[in-house]
Antibody, heavy 118, light 114 residues
Framework: EVQLVQSGAEVKKPGESLKISCKGS????????IGWVRQMPGKGLEWMGI????????RYSPSFQGQVTISADKSISTAYLQWSSLKASDTAMYYC???????????WGQGTLVTVSS | DIVMTQSPDSLAVSLGERATINCKSS????????????LAWYQQKPGQPPKLLIY???TRESGVPDRFSGSGSGTDFTLTISSLQAEDVAVYYC??????????FGPGTKVDIK
């Protein structure tokens, strides 16, 4: 079974750093792009960026370029999303998802809730 | 970037009745060389991650009930639930993959029981 399992919920203060993870299993992790999607409370889905774990080729949405860093460690089949200095406005649920075919996402991880509050 | 819009924002349908959700792209997502529409649909139930329902605008993902169907071409698309069941209460999103990155999603349509 293809699965993406994300790290647990985080509560952080503004200005702190954070790295969340997404571990793939049940398929060749290095052969599929992994995407990250933000969902702010009560809102829709926003695509943040994608990474190809095979060679770490990474693309960012202009809205998130410079705000986050996407990386991957293919030796442990894990992709990451990190912030160097969190803001309250980063409070959201973050999903990873495997990019299939030309461009649809399946499956999705269970989500990581990030809460940033002083 | 291609902008996706959906209508209505929400709808309430009686059990067993038809639900229709519309999605419109700011430019065509039909690739002329293969005659395929680069559009997917997802379902997000409360407290759950999104789930892929349909890709290529009308190809149902394996395991998705056949009461879900996708149609349309170019810039106008429709997701139809032919006979609404209680477990279909969710928010539904369309997503284009014609011009990427970025991959853009519609704002979502909430489906409830009347």
């Amino acid at each position: 079974e293809v699965q993406l399992v994300q790290s647990g919920a985080e509560v952080k203060k503004p200005g702190e750093s954070l790295k969340i993870s997404c571990k793939g299993s049940g398929y060749s992790f290095t052969s599929y792009w992994i995407g990250w999607v933000r969902q702010m409370p009560g809102k829709g889905l926003e695509w943040m960026g994608i990474i190809y774990p095979g060679d770490s080729d990474t693309r960012y949405s202009p809205s998130f370029q410079g705000q986050v860093t996407i990386s991957a460690d293919k030796s442990i089949s894990t992709a990451y999303l990190q912030w160097s200095s969190l803001k309250a406005s980063d409070t959201a649920m973050y999903y990873c998802a495997r990019l299939v075919g030309i461009g649809w996402f399946d499956p999705w991880g269970q989500g990581t809730l990030v809460t940033v509050s002083s | 970037d291609i902008v996706m819009t959906q209508s209505p924002d929400s709808l309430a349908v009686s059990l067993g009745e038809r639900a229709t959700i519309n999605c419109k792209s700011s430019q065509s997502v039909l690739y002329s060389s293969n005659n395929k529409n680069y559009l997917a649909w997802y379902q997000q139930k409360p407290g759950q991650p999104p789930k892929l329902l349909i890709y290529w605008a009308s190809t149902r993902e394996s395991g998705v009930p056949d009461r879900f169907s996708g149609s349309g071409s170019g810039t106008d698309f429709t997701l139809t639930i032919s006979s609404l069941q209680a477990e279909d209460v969710a928010v539904y999103y369309c997503q284009q993959y014609y011009s990427t990155p970025p991959f853009t999603f519609g704002p979502g349509t909430k489906v409830d029981i009347k």
